[in-house]
């Protein structure tokens, strides 16, 4: 992050890493009686490494850099708990967008 940050990097790409959280919560809603085939399939497909820009790379740092992702409250993703999700959204911006409800 840094090194995009400073232009060393002309690009960087991740987020790999919380495709296992994404699943967390599927496997959640489904153990509360959310079906996820019912509004997504069984197949899903998602893009595990997004481009960082700089203003992504500098957000994700401050948020996240320390490995704070305890910090990320993976119930705004549920629709167990957001009955008002119709199709799951685990794009990176929603990381970026901080704690709040997406």
């Given at each position: 992050?840094?090194?995009?940050?400073?232009?060393?990097?002309?690009?960087?790409?991740?987020?790999?890493?919380?495709v296992g959280a994404w699943a967390v919560v599927m496997l959640y809603d489904y153990h509360h009686g959310v079906d996820f085939a019912d509004s997504e399939g069984l197949e899903l497909s998602a893009s595990v490494f997004p481009l960082f820009s700089v203003r992504d790379a500098g957000t994700f740092e401050r948020r996240y850099g320390?490995?704070?992702?305890?910090?990320?409250?993976?119930?705004?993703?549920?629709?167990?708990?957001?009955?008002a999700i119709t199709r799951y959204d685990f794009g990176f911006r929603q990381l970026l967008k901080g704690r709040g409800t997406p």
């Open positions: 992050m840094k090194a995009l940050r400073s232009g060393r990097l002309t690009a960087l790409s991740g987020r790999h890493f919380i320390k490995g704070h992702f305890d910090a990320i409250d993976f119930r705004r993703f549920s629709k167990v708990h957001n009955p």
